[in-house]
């Protein structure tokens, strides 16, 4: 069997589209490209292949632009809008497939103009193009020309050429392609094969190599977060009707040691598989609810049968607290777990909290002993190349599910932890690493590893909860630190503000990318639109004003009693704060951001699947 190598899928990386007032033109830049121009009319959205531009001179630099890819076209009120990637940045390479990032994109309309449009229509719109712009810009994308990363690498290798003989469009996995909804229109167009490509969300990075005994060592990290139940903190909770869970996603980290052997190991992570959630009121941590639902075990059951359908044997980490407001949940949880009866599935709880209070880290190890059965007997991908042909030595027979409340913080500190003691028991195998060295033992080994999965966890933080991850400093170093701990109070204030007043335009906005919510072409006219629920600016401008109020407060409490204009504006401030956090009581509902485009329960009946 070979590498995942094609010299050609026939993927264009970069074009030059060209815009007229009756239509779009798109022309392949490579030198080798053949039939190379696809028109696409703006008045009918009809696709034709031509030959040749009619006239190049006629377009200035205004009418065309160079684009890496398509994203896709979405339907607004104005109608169809193509989505194309206008900037990219390098990744890194692996196995000589280079990876990219998304950085900037364009929402091209196909209308010329929204003079079909009432006022309010116009108005509407716009938001529309306000969640698109923030689903793709603040979300990270990837992609490849030449390498599907949709994909683990051991489903890669154990693929056979039916496989390879599709296009990367039709053999994608379907649960990690972020554009799948709106690429759907052009993928029925053969005109568009070339152009058509499939983009993940979560983390990709490449690591430098590092030289570990004369062998050389790089590290590829890949997280994908699944499109099904996808979205924001609280406002993507626990699991739909179908066994789709909020925040899952599957990391994979990739091992090359001198082009020769090639290493892999899967876990993933995802919101506890219950119909539960937090609504935000402005509180810190809002109380856990549990929402009835007559196929709550039917849904339980099927999660579980998909992961071992796809994973093989399962071990279940749950790292919520065992008291608290997280103790029901873990409780209802384990019963759950005791009801499924399954030998596929083992389950393993573990406080983080409690057993790693006053800074003792190195507790995770007594989770890590006691989970070594399943790694013994889950193994992890290896595979041997000689002379461009490969062998598989071992695949993966089993996977980690990891979750913690948020599935972030403590699962990361989890994850990379038993990522470092898979790399090193394979490394330990090939005889790289002899019996008295560890990972620690070689300095840059250690430090690319750590730091890459810090970057990973700060990246998906980032993506579901609204800031940096927390506990990282111990992930880059090894050790808690008080520089860490205000570094986590930092990020938790600002966890604490989207969450509350960002994340439902956020959720929103992914909810309108992935097709989850389609626009009625009446809303506004003949039908409410639901973006007009968005809380007014007045209403939501009262935390400001009690921030300000408190910090004036603050401030003035150290001036001289004796000024008695100090006096009167101190008093100002105190009775202002009092009446804005009087407001903020009785209007805590209506300032919060909550999504309008689908309600909780609609959230929690659907399918999971693209429309």
């Known amino acids: ?264 190991f899967v876990q993933v992570r995802g919101s506890i598989p219950l119909f539960w959630g937090q609504t935000p009121t402005l509180r810190y941590k809002p109380p856990i609810e549990f929402y009835p639902d007559n196929t709550a075990s039917e849904a339980f059951r099927q999660h579980f049968q998909e992961l071992e359908q796809r994973y093989g044997q399962q071990a279940v980490i749950n790292l919520i607290n065992n008291k608290g407001h997280e103790g029901t949940l873990r409780e209802t949880f384990q019963t759950n777990m005791q009801a499924l009866r399954s030998d596929k599935v083992a389950y393993y709880e573990f406080d983080f909290h409690k057993e790693c209070s006053r800074m003792r880290w190195d507790r995770v190890r007594i989770l890590l002993d006691r989970v070594r059965p399943d790694y013994n007997a889950h193994g992890a991908f290896a595979a041997h190349r000689v002379n461009d042909v490969v062998e598989v030595k071992r695949t993966q027979q089993g996977v980690f599910r990891h979750n913690c409340i948020d599935c972030l913080d403590r699962t990361n500190v989890v994850q990379s932890m038993l990522a470092k003691d898979v790399l090193y028991e394979q490394l330990r195998m090939l005889g790289i690493l002899t019996p008295t060295e560890t990972l620690a033992s070689h300095q840059t080994l250690n430090h690319n590893l750590d730091n890459i999965w810090a ?42 503000y989207k969450n509350n007043f960002t994340d439902g335009f956020k959720q929103d906005a992914l909810d309108l990318l992935l097709g989850n919510y389609r626009v009625h072409s009446t809303e506004g006219v003949a039908s409410i639109s639901p973006v007009s629920a968005y809380s007014s600016v007045h209403i939501r401008l009262v935390p400001l004003v009690l921030f300000l109020s408190c910090a004036c407060l603050v401030v003035l409490l150290g001036a001289a009693e004796e000024d008695p204009l100090l006096r009167v504006v101190r008093h100002m401030a105190f009775m202002t704060g009092c009446m804005a956090l009087l407001v903020a009581y009785f209007f805590r509902h209506r300032m919060v951001n909550l999504p309008t485009l689908l309600s909780p329960a609609q959230a929690r009946a659907r399918s999971g699947a693209i429309p």
């Not at 009418?63 to 193509?82: A, C, M, N, T, Y």
């Not at 152009?195 to 430098?208: D, E, T």
């Not at 991850?469 to 930092?490: I, P, S």
């Open 455 to 496: 970057d990973n966890a700060d990246m998906l933080a980032m993506q579901y909860g609204g800031s940096k991850a927390l506990k990282t400093d111990f992930t880059r170093t090894g050790h808690r630190t008080l520089r860490g701990m205000l570094a986590d109070a930092r990020e938790s204030l600002l966890r604490y």
């Open 1 to 264: 069997m070979t590498m995942p190598h094609e010299p050609d899928m026939g993927l264009c990386d970069c074009a030059t589209l060209y815009s007229s007032d009756e239509s779009y033109w798109l022309v392949d830049n490579r030198q080798h490209a053949t039939d190379r121009c696809v028109c696409i009319d703006r008045a009918t959205g009809g696709v034709t292949f031509q030959e040749s531009l009619p006239n190049t001179d006629f377009f200035d630099s205004s009418h065309r632009q160079e684009i890496h890819g398509l994203l896709g076209v979405i339907d607004l009120l104005s109608g169809p809008h193509l989505v194309v990637i206008t900037e990219r940045r390098r990744i890194g390479k692996i196995y000589q497939h280079m990876l990219w990032e998304v950085t900037d994109t364009a929402i091209l309309p196909y209308a010329r103009h929204r003079r079909h449009l009432a006022d309010v229509q116009c108005r509407i719109e716009d938001r529309y193009l306000d969640m698109l712009s923030t689903a793709l810009n603040t979300h990270r994308m990837y992609l490849s020309y030449t390498y599907d990363i949709t994909h683990s690498l051991q489903n890669l290798l154990t693929n056979g050429d039916e496989f390879y003989a599709r296009t990367l469009y039709n053999r994608m996995e379907p649960r990690f392609c972020w554009n799948q909804y709106i690429l759907k229109g052009l993928a029925r167009h053969p005109e568009f094969s070339r152009y058509l490509l499939p983009v993940i969300c979560g983390f990709v990075a490449v690591s430098h190599s590092a030289n570990v005994n004369g062998r050389n060592l790089q590290f590829t990290l890949i997280s994908r977060r699944s499109v099904q139940r996808t979205g924001t903190r609280f406002n993507r909770r626990g699991i739909d009707r179908a066994g789709n869970v909020a925040n899952f996603v599957e990391t994979e980290q990739i091992t090359q040691i001198d082009n020769e052997y090639h290493l892999a």
